[in-house]
C-alpha cells in the first residue's frame, strides 16, 4: 500500500512521463493503481455494508431482548412470616432457605429491581382468615394488584366465606387446597366452583407432579363448568427432566387446552426441575414449553415466578432471565400477553 501510494503521488505531481518510461509501461502502471483502486473502495462499500447491517441485526436482536413490556406482572408469589403464632402448615420446618419471614419489602426491592410492576399474591396457608392477613399486610401498596386466596370447597359455607371476602377487589379467586386431596367430582365442591365462576372469580390449580391424571382431574372440571376460569400452576406441574414428554402427556395437554377457560402459568421452573439447583438454560425445559405454548398460545399463558420457592436455585433477575430466553424467541406481543395482558384479563386487574 504504500508503495502504491508513493507512485500515485509521483505519477499525479509529475509534468511529465519519465523518459526512462515507455507510454505502455506508464498506463499499464495508472490502470493497476485505478483497479487497486476501485477493488480497494468497493472492499471498504462492502466492509462498510457488512458491519452496518450486523449492528443493525445486533440492535434488533437488543430490542427483542431488551425492550420493556408495558407492565410486568408476578402473578404467583407467597407471602408468609414464620414468626406468627399459628400452625405453619407450609413450608416445612426442615427447609432452612423457605422457613423464614418472606414479606413485602424484601420481594418488593427484588421484583421491581427485574422490571416487575405489580404482583398476584397466591395463598401459601390452610387457614381462612390467612386470607385477610395478606390482603391486610399489603393494604397500602399499590404495587401488590391481587390475591389467590384459599377457601375451603368442600365447607357448607364457602358462598358465606366468598362473599366476605370478595369485598376486597384485591380477592380476584381461589387456589383450592386443603390438608387431603380434594375431590373435584363431588357434588358440593363443583357447585362452590360454579359460585366462584358466577362471581367471576378465577381458580388457580395445583397438580405438581399429578401428571396426565392431575390434568385429567382439571380437564373434567372445565367441561363440567366452562365459564369457571381456570389457572393451572407451574407448566401444568411438569417434572422437567431435560428429556422430551411423553407422547400420552402431550395428548392430555392437548385437550385440557381445548377448553377456552384453561389457561397455563409459566411458573415455576426452578422448583419444577428434577435436577436441583435447577438449570438455568432454557433448552432444558424447551421441548416441554413448546408443547404449552403449541396448546395455549398467546392469549393462554401468564407469567409467575413462585418466589420464595425460587430461592433454591437462583436469584430472582436470574429466574426471570430464564423464561425470558423462552418467551422473547416469540416475539414482543407474545411477551405483553404472557407478562401482564393475560393476566390482566384472567385475574381481571383491569390493567391496561
Ligand atoms: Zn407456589
Request: glycine letters at 6%.
Amino acid at each position: 500500500m504504500f508503495m502504491e501510494m508513493l507512485l500515485t503521488g509521483y505519477l499525479a505531481n509529475s509534468q511529465s512521463i519519465p523518459s526512462s518510461w515507455s507510454l505502455n509501461t506508464y498506463h499499464s502502471i495508472q490502470l493497476v493503481l485505478k483497479m487497486k483502486y476501485l477493488i480497494f473502495v468497493f472492499t471498504a462499500l462492502c466492509c462498510i455494508t457488512a458491519i452496518t447491517t450486523s449492528s443493525g441485526n445486533r440492535c434488533e436482536a437488543a430490542e427483542t431482548e431488551v425492550q420493556r413490556t408495558k407492565h410486568r406482572i408476578d402473578t404467583h408469589i407467597h407471602l408468609y412470616d414464620t414468626r406468627r403464632n399459628i400452625e405453619i402448615t407450609w413450608p416445612p420446618e426442615n427447609d432452612k432457605i423457605l422457613y423464614q419471614p418472606h414479606l413485602p419489602d424484601e420481594y418488593s426491592k427484588l421484583a421491581k429491581a427485574a422490571g416487575v410492576t405489580g404482583v398476584v399474591v397466591v395463598e401459601a396457608s390452610l387457614r381462612y382468615p390467612d386470607n385477610r392477613w395478606v390482603l391486610d399486610l399489603v393494604e397500602d401498596d399499590d404495587f401488590y394488584v391481587g390475591l389467590v386466596g384459599n377457601i375451603d370447597v368442600t365447607g357448607k359455607d364457602f358462598k358465606k366465606k366468598l362473599t366476605a371476602q370478595k369485598e376486597d377487589s384485591r380477592f380476584v379467586g381461589i387456589r383450592p387446597r386443603n390438608r387431603d386431596s380434594i375431590d373435584f367430582t363431588d357434588k358440593r365442591v363443583l357447585r362452590n366452583l360454579k359460585i366462584l365462576a358466577d362471581s367471576n372469580l378465577t381458580m388457580d390449580y395445583l397438580t405438581n407432579g399429578g401428571g396426565i391424571d392431575g390434568l385429567k382431574i382439571i380437564e373434567e372440571v372445565a367441561r363440567k363448568i366452562p365459564h369457571l376460569k381456570i389457572v393451572v400452576n407451574h407448566c401444568l406441574g411438569y417434572n422437567f427432566d431435560g428429556e422430551a414428554p411423553s407422547d400420552d402427556w402431550i395428548s392430555m395437554v392437548k385437550q385440557l387446552a381445548s377448553h377456552p377457560n384453561v389457561s397455563c402459568k409459566i411458573s415455576g421452573l426452578y422448583q419444577r426441575s428434577t435436577e436441583q439447583p435447577a438449570p438455568k438454560q432454557i433448552a432444558y425445559y424447551q421441548d416441554v414449553l413448546s408443547i404449552i405454548w403449541d396448546s395455549f398460545g398467546t392469549d393462554r399463558i401468564v407469567y409467575g415466578s413462585n418466589w420464595p420457592v425460587t430461592k433454591h436455585s437462583g436469584s430472582y433477575q436470574s429466574y426471570v432471565d430464564l423464561v425470558d430466553q423462552f418467551i422473547s424467541s416469540k416475539g414482543q406481543e407474545a411477551r405483553e400477553n404472557y407478562y401482564w395482558r393475560n393476566a390482566s384479563k384472567i385475574y381481571n386487574l383491569g390493567i391496561k
